[in-house]
Nanobody, 123 residues
């Protein structure tokens, strides 16, 4: 129901835009998040957008470089990633849930997950 795309290979300093298209239900009234998982590491929070008031949240490591946005008409959420660094290399997952803002960064709070898209940043 969530299909992530847009990953690829990019040089350090470059940009990518990830997309997460929802199907089968509308995610207009869901909080949407992006997470990533690097090899050998746990899945970690990257960014989130709440449906109620459009608030956005970011991991400290991506703040100022990544931007989450959503197009409710297209049932799609985006992650614009600028100034990419090798440490951003990971599989990126989109997720959806109805979550209190206190738990918005927690992996276990999300109910629906996309399949992941690989982002590789070369130095």
């Amino acid at each position: 129901q969530l299909q992530a795309s847009g990953g690829g290979l990019v040089q350090a300093g470059g940009s990518l835009r990830l997309s997460c298209a929802a199907s089968g239900r509308t995610f207009r009234t869901y909080d949407m998040g992006w997470f990533r998982q690097a090899p050998g590491k746990e899945r970690e929070f990257v960014a989130a957008s709440t449906w109620s008031d459009g608030s956005t949240y970011y991991a400290d490591s991506v703040k100022g470089r990544f931007t989450i946005s959503r197009d409710n008409a297209k049932n799609t959420v985006y992650l614009q990633m600028n100034s990419l660094q090798p440490e951003d290399t990971a599989v990126y997952y989109c997720a959806a849930g109805r979550i209190s803002r206190w738990n918005i960064k927690k992996v276990g709070e999300y109910d629906y997950w996309g399949q992941g898209t690989l982002v590789t940043v070369s130095s």
